[in-house]
Structures are given as structure tokens and as C-alpha cells.
């Protein structure tokens, strides 16, 4: 597969992955405004995956759309993080999750604004203003989660622990990242981990929650290796394209 | 105290004097304790509907079949979030809490729109809610931005701005149902022809029947009766149909040079089954929602908590 | 501050659509403190992309007249028109006034 393509479907799946566990929890929010603000970002994540696709479509030139990409592709081909694949168990693993992904997004994006290719960096340029506002909501929510009761220090704790493993593949470099790289088109990991890493730690801090020891890699989403739950995010998203194939909607 | 002290008599008069001439009733007004409670039902109500309105478009927010589709669910569902809220603050201006509200709906003391009591079977039921469930209370919103209570006219006002997409959305999704496969085609009868009833019964029953209605038209907080609000939305609905290829189930032209149509009898029966709890969802809806508020509950004090550290002085 | 109240407390919130222009009360919403507030209100009411500024305050901090108040309050006030421009009878041919 072009690297190229590869790299834009890793940054798209990554953002419409997330976006459908957050459609998942639309009316189910602890408040209302939550509810709300939950959308918005599950909204933003939609529309800077769409564009991607839409592109990587183009860029692709075998006559598909960018809803081909989203809804006739198989788990294997799909290259999101395991990260966003991981279920809402409870608000505090949607917060967690969220947190560590919007931190990734940020300087993930702040990097992507320099590259060489124009689409990427104009996508950077604008999404970085929305990933920037969900940082900001989410490392907010972070502090009131381990920082307020003890039953809500316990629950993140708990999610802190169960994720945690999931965030080392986010800055494993696939051969796409490493092309994309050297051509000065894609970002650099290691700064991005940098950057994530003294977000993370600052966050904890005033929440009073700690980085877990230990360093193990689980998950290989870019190279289309994923836990159990995608295959049934996909079976779900997937089904009246599957089902109706001839359908135009 | 300089200000002037009424007795309840004149009290009522100055307010009945306001309704007369189409002053609108603000929160720190004196109103009757019937027109309190009377908008308390009413506007309660009203938010409980958008709020549980949420949940059969819901059901298919995560196999909408394309992006676009997606995105366009997913913001009207927040919409419909939004919207919930600009009426409970209504609401709370009379002096009950949104807690309150929420124990009452829980109760089952505080109703919502029946209509949301029947499930989403296909896709094409988000073509049918948008057009005809958002439809049909569209028509209903428009005539109650001239209500009498001053923040329930202004909620009704921003609440109309917004959904003017809404029901756009939904004859969109119909019309291209039916410029698609045979299957889609049927999926869009078969759609209207579940929706189309509940919608009707949205405008609440017939005005000899309301409970309700004759106070409420007195106070100007309904300015246009159930019947007249049915008849305008029958005859706005039927050549929508026609357009999409669609076949309204059983209506009558009741009057042939001016293209007049009537619905036909419609079955009360189910509808006071469905209000009184026994539609196919209430349960469903009812159980989500509260599964929703108990899970937040953590949530929610923590909040609280976490406030209170913060700002110990 | 009804802490008792698991939805928060209510915040009003004003709204600026256009820089320069004045912060317009456009509806309230509920918040827990005054971070998720200025949150909360940005989510609901700038989601047509209406909003510059926004302003939120916590309700029980607006102080206002009482209907009861009004007439002396207001009234009054409304007598006083040679506090407005067309009050003055000036000169024909008076330029930039």
C-alpha cells in the first residue's frame, strides 16, 4: 500500500474510531451539558476524519469515495490506534481515553502544521483549533475526576490502568511514519512524545493521579493488528452498506 | 417599602389585562398559581419530549450509512439536546428545578411526547421523524413563539431558528430513500406508514377531548387549537408525500377545487394506550434515561466536590 | 450556591457575536463551577458558530428590579427628554451636530 495513503488513514481512522465510541454515549451523558459538549467533539472528530478521507480517496485513484473508505474496508485494513477502539466503560474510561488522545492530537498536529504536504498541514491548521478546546475540556474534567470524590479518584485509577498500556503504540513508528518523516511531510514521534509526555505528567500532577511504571507495548492498529472491539464497532457502523449494497443514501 | 401592594383581585385583573393585550408574563410578574402550574406541565413536557426524542435517532446514529448522514444525525440529536435545555431553564424560571423535573419524569408523573414510544425500525425512520415527527412539531413551535410567558415565547423563538434544518434533513433522507433501490423505496413506505399516525396524535386530542386546552387558549399559552394545528399539518404533509413518490395512509380530499384533505379516523384508543404507558418503548425510554442520570451520578458529585476544594474560602 | 442540586448550579450567559459589538444575555445554562460553566456555555450557545466573547455569570449573582420596583424606577426617567438629541430645536444650516 502507497505509504502516503497509509499515513492519511492512520490519522483518519484514529479520529472517526474515537468519534463513533463517543456517538455511543449521545443521550447518555451524566448531564445534559455534557451531553452536549461531548457531541461537539465527537462532531469535530467527523468532519477532520471526513476531509482526510476524502482526500486520501483522491489520492488513492482507484474511483472510491471517501464513504468507501469508512464503510468497505475491513478491520485489517483499518490503522487506528487500539487506544480508540476501547470501550466506554464508564465516564472515567471516556475521559481517559479522551484526555491522552487529545494530548496526542494536539502536538501530533502542531507538528503536522510544518509538513511539506499542503493538504496535511492546512488539515493541521484547522483542526488543531478543536483538538486545542478538547484538551482543554478534557484535562479540566482529568482534575475534577482525580481530584474530587474518592469513588471518582478510585474509577480513573482504575481506567488510568487499564489504558495506559495502549499509549506506547501511539508513538511506535510505522514504516508510513518513517517515510513520511524523512520526506519532511509527516511529523516526528519523538517529539510529539516529548511534548505529550510533560502534558500528561502536568495534568496528573494537579489531578493527583500517577503515570503508571513500566513500559510494554500492546497494540499494532497501524499495521491493522487490533483488539476484539473493532470488529464490531465496523459490524455495527458498517451494516446498510454491507447489507444494501447497491444502495446510494 | 414604596411598592405597591395589590390585593389578589386587581392582581388578577392586571394580569388578565397583560394577556388581553398581548403583554407577555415575565418570571418576577404575578401570575395565577393555575398558569404557573398549567406552563410548569406544558413547558416540562415540552423538554422531556426533546430529551427523549434523543433516543430513536439514536438507535441509528452509529450505522448511519455515510458521513455525511452521520454528522447530520448527530448534530440534530445535539440539537434536540440543546433545545431540551433552553426549556427546562424555562421552566426553572417558575421556580422548579431541573432535578425536579427529572425525579417527575423518572415518576412517571411528567409525560413527553407520546410519539417517541414507537421504535425506529430502518433508516428511512430518520427520514420520517425529521419530516414528519419534527414536522408536525414545527407546526406546533411556530404558533407558541407568540406564547404568553415571556421565556418560553424567547426559547421557542432560538428552538425554531434551529430546527428549521431539521425537518430539511428528513425530507432529504426520504427523497433520496426513494431515488435508490426498490429496497430503500420500501423502507420509506414502510416508514411513513408507521410514522405517520403517531405524528398526528402529536397535536394532542381533539379539542372537545383536551384536558387541557380551553384554559390554555384563554391564558395564550396555545395560541391555535389541537384540530386547527392537525388540519394545517395534514394539508402541508400530503403534497410533500406526492412529491417523494409516497402514499399517505387513508386520507380523504375532502374538498376537491380547493385540494382541502382530511385524515381519517384516528385510533385513540392506541393513543391513550401509549400515554398511559403501554406503548411498545416507554419502558425502554424511560429505563435509559434513568440507567443515564444514575450512571452520571458519580460524575456529577465529583463535580461538586472537586468545586468545593478548589474554593475553600 | 444549592450545592444540593446534582445538576449544578445555573449560570446566565452573555454573548458577543461580532468584536466591538455589546455582550447581548442570551439564555442560561448549568455548571458545577465557573471553569465548566464558561465550557458548558461555549458547547450550547456558540454552535452555529455565533460567538467573539462570551460572558458567564452565576445567576444568583445578578442583582435586579423587582416588577413592583419598576414604576418608580423607571418611569421617572422616561419624563426626562431633553436628555435626548431631538429635544433641541437648532439653527437650519448647522453642519456636523
Not at chain 1, 36 to 53: K, P, Q, R
Not at chain 2, 91 to 104: C, D, F, K, N, P
Not at chain 2, 129 to 147: K, Y
Not at chain 2, 225 to 233: C, G, T
Request: proline fraction near 3%; charged fraction near 25%.
Amino acid at each position: 500500500m502507497d505509504f502516503k495513503l497509509k499515513y492519511y488513514l492512520q490519522i483518519a481512522d484514529n479520529a472517526l474510531i474515537l468519534s463513533h465510541r463517543l456517538g455511543e454515549v449521545v443521550s447518555r451523558g451524566p448531564y445534559l451539558e455534557e451531553d452536549i459538549a461531548n457531541t461537539n467533539v465527537a462532531l469535530d472528530l467527523i468532519g477532520m476524519a471526513e476531509s482526510i478521507y476524502e482526500q486520501a480517496a483522491l489520492l488513492e485513484d482507484k474511483g472510491r469515495t471517501g464513504d468507501d473508505l469508512v464503510y468497505r474496508r475491513a478491520e485489517h485494513q483499518y490503522f487506528n490506534a487500539n487506544l480508540v477502539e476501547q470501550p466506554n466503560k464508564d465516564f472515567a474510561y471516556i475521559l481517559v481515553r479522551q484526555f491522552l488522545m487529545d494530548a496526542f492530537h494536539v502536538y501530533f498536529l502542531t507538528e503536522l502544521t510544518k509538513s511539506k504536504d499542503e493538504f496535511l498541514a492546512a488539515v493541521a491548521i484547522k483542526s488543531l483549533k478543536e483538538v486545542t478546546y478538547h484538551l482543554r475540556r478534557s484535562s479540566e474534567w482529568m482534575i475534577r475526576l482525580g481530584d474530587g470524590t474518592a469513588e471518582a479518584s478510585e474509577r480513573t485509577k482504575i481506567a488510568i490502568r487499564n489504558l495506559w498500556k495502549f499509549k506506547f503504540e501511539l508513538f511506535t513508528e510505522s514504516e508510513a511514519d518513517l517515510i513520511m518523516k524523512e520526506r519532511g511531510e509527516g511529523v516526528d514521534l519523538k517529539v510529539v512524545e516529548k511534548m505529550w509526555r510533560q502534558k500528561v505528567r502536568e495534568i496528573f500532577f494537579i489531578a493527583q493521579l500517577e503515570i503508571p511504571e513500566g513500559e510494554f507495548i500492546v497494540g499494532q492498529g497501524k499495521s491493522g493488528n487490533h483488539t476484539e472491539y473493532l470488529g464490531k464497532i465496523l459490524a455495527e457502523m458498517q451494516f446498510l452498506p454491507t447489507h444494501y449494497p447497491d444502495a446510494v443514501w | 417599602m414604596l411598592t405597591k401592594e395589590l390585593s389578589e383581585d386587581q392582581l388578577l385583573a392586571e394580569f388578565d389585562l397583560k394577556i388581553a393585550s398581548d403583554i407577555k408574563i415575565e418570571p418576577r410578574d404575578w401570575m395565577p398559581e393555575e398558569y404557573r402550574n398549567q406552563l410548569i406541565r406544558q413547558i416540562s413536557q415540552h423538554a422531556h419530549s426533546e430529551i427523549i426524542g434523543m433516543q430513536p435517532e439514536g438507535n441509528w446514529l452509529n450505522r448511519a450509512p455515510s458521513l455525511r448522514s452521520k454528522k447530520i444525525l448527530m448534530a440534530k440529536i445535539q440539537d434536540e439536546a440543546g433545545h431540551g435545555l433552553y426549556l427546562y431553564s424555562a421552566a426553572e424560571t417558575l421556580g422548579i428545578s431541573r432535578e425536579q423535573m427529572i425525579a417527575a419524569l423518572h415518576a412517571g408523573k411528567a409525560k413527553y411526547a407520546s410519539v417517541f414510544n414507537y421504535p425506529s425500525l430502518n433508516w428511512a425512520d430518520m427520514g420520517a421523524i425529521g419530516w414528519l415527527v419534527d414536522g408536525a412539531a414545527i407546526t406546533n413551535q411556530v404558533s407558541l413563539q407568540r406564547t404568553s410567558y415571556g421565556p418560553y415565547a424567547r426559547a421557542m423563538v432560538r428552538i425554531c431558528k434551529e430546527e428549521s434544518f431539521h425537518q430539511r434533513q428528513g425530507y432529504e433522507i426520504m427523497w433520496r430513500m426513494m431515488q435508490g433501490t426498490e429496497d430503500q423505496k420500501r423502507m420509506a413506505q414502510d416508514a411513513l406508514n408507521r410514522w405517520w399516525y403517531p405524528a398526528l396524535m402529536m397535536f394532542g386530542p381533539h379539542d372537545a377531548d383536551s384536558a387541557h386546552s380551553s384554559k390554555s387558549m384563554k391564558w395564550k399559552i396555545k395560541r391555535e387549537s389541537n384540530d386547527h394545528l392537525r388540519a394545517k399539518f395534514v394539508n402541508k404533509s400530503i403534497p410533500q408525500a406526492e412529491l417523494l413518490g409516497l402514499k399517505v395512509p387513508d386520507v380523504k380530499l375532502i374538498d376537491e377545487a380547493s385540494g382541502i384533505y382530511e385524515h381519517t379516523a384516528i385510533n385513540w384508543e392506541e393513543f391513550w394506550t401509549v400515554v398511559n404507558g403501554n406503548g411498545p418503548c416507554n419502558k425502554q425510554r424511560i429505563e435509559h434515561h434513568i440507567k443515564a442520570h444514575e450512571d452520571g451520578e458519580w460524575v456529577r458529585k465529583t463535580a461538586i466536590a472537586a468545586d468545593l476544594k478548589h474554593h475553600t474560602n | 450556591m444549592n450545592k444540593e442540586d446534582n445538576q449544578g448550579q445555573l449560570w446566565e450567559v452573555f454573548l458577543q457575536t461580532k468584536p466591538g459589538m455589546a455582550f447581548k444575555h442570551v439564555g442560561s445554562v448549568h455548571a458545577f463551577d465557573k471553569e465548566l460553566a464558561v465550557q458548558n456555555a461555549r458547547d450550547l450557545y456558540t454552535r452555529r458558530g455565533e460567538g467573539t466573547g462570551l460572558w458567564v455569570v452565576s445567576s444568583e449573582e445578578i442583582v435586579a428590579v423587582t416588577i413592583n420596583e419598576a414604576e418608580y424606577f423607571f418611569e421617572p426617567i422616561d419624563k426626562k427628554i431633553y436628555r435626548h438629541p431631538t429635544f433641541y430645536n437648532l439653527p437650519e444650516g448647522v453642519k456636523n451636530m
